[in-house]
C-alpha cells in the first residue's frame, strides 16, 4: 500500500510544494508557502500610531470608569489616584507597543489624551 493516499486514485496531483498551481489567471498555490496568492501579502505590516493612540484612549476611558464606579463612595483624590495610576500604566503599555517610534506629534498627543482623560475623572470626582 502506497504512503500517499492521493496514489490510490490513479490521477495525479500537482504538488504546491514544488510548482505554481493555476486555475485560469489565479495563482491557487505558491511554492513557496503552499498558500493562495490572496492570502500572501505583497506587503510588510506597518504599524501605524493611531491605533495605538486610539487604543490607549479606549484603554484608559474604559478602565477610568470602572475605577470611578467601583470608588463611587471613595474621596476625589482616590478616584484621580487611580485614574494617574490607569494613565501610567496605558501609557507605558502604548509607548511599549510601538509609540516611542512614533513621530513626535503622536506622542504629545497621546500624553495630552491621557491627560485630559485623567482631569474628566478629577473635574467629574469633584462634581460628586
Request: hydrophobic share 50%; charged share 20%.
Amino acid at each position: 500500500m502506497p504512503d500517499d493516499p492521493r496514489e490510490d486514485t490513479g490521477r495525479k496531483y500537482p504538488n504546491p510544494r514544488e510548482e505554481d498551481i493555476m486555475a485560469g489567471d489565479r495563482r491557487l498555490s505558491r511554492p513557496d508557502s503552499a498558500l493562495p496568492d490572496w492570502e500572501m501579502p505583497d506587503t510588510a505590516y506597518r504599524p501605524v500610531p493611531i491605533v495605538w493612540f486610539t487604543g490607549a484612549f479606549f484603554l484608559h476611558l474604559i478602565v477610568s470608569v470602572i475605577f470611578f464606579a467601583i470608588l463611587i463612595f471613595q474621596a476625589a483624590w482616590i478616584k484621580i489616584a487611580f485614574a494617574a495610576l490607569a494613565a501610567g500604566a496605558v501609557g507605558k503599555w502604548t509607548w511599549d507597543r510601538g509609540m516611542e517610534s512614533a513621530g513626535a506629534g503622536w506622542k504629545i498627543a497621546t500624553i495630552v489624551m491621557l491627560i485630559t482623560n485623567m482631569l474628566m475623572v478629577a473635574a467629574a470626582a469633584s462634581i460628586g
